[in-house]
């Protein structure tokens, strides 16, 4: 789950402020991670499922529970589409430009925070040679 925040006002059709009508410069979004290669050699199934408009269900077996967020993210998901959706392109022209801005990672170890705030490892590292 990640916090976007930038103190500036909403644009027309920004997914931000859509769930519950109310405009908002914070926005929380949960990118699901896909399952690693150990979980899967373990035979360990998903058991987030999200069918859409910024909800995801969770089976534990007996009943799917329903939670509802800014934005949702399945495991699919480009670097690119979370970026642009949730605005933290915007984000970075906003801080480039004096604004102070934020986007926080929430979660715990190994749920994928550095991965949805700063891409693929080999993409990190080749800025840093």
Known sequence: MFLISSGEPLESGDVRGDAGGDESS??????????NSTERSQGDQGVLYCPGQGTILVNNGVQDRAFTFDA?????????????????????????????????????????????????????????T
Do not use: M, N
């Not at 914070?26 to 399952?35: E, G, I, N, T």
């Not at 604004?99 to 891409?119: A, D, E, N, R």
């Open 26 to 35: 914070v926005l929380v979004a949960v990118r699901v991670r896909p399952l």
């Open 72 to 128: 949702v993210f399945e495991a699919g998901s480009s670097q690119h589409e979370v970026f642009e959706q949730c605005g933290v392109k915007r984000l970075i022209d906003l801080a480039a430009d004096g604004f102070s801005c934020t986007v926080f990672g929430f979660g715990q170890t190994g749920s994928g925070k550095t991965y949805t705030i700063t891409g693929p490892h080999s993409l990190v590292s080749s800025f840093s």
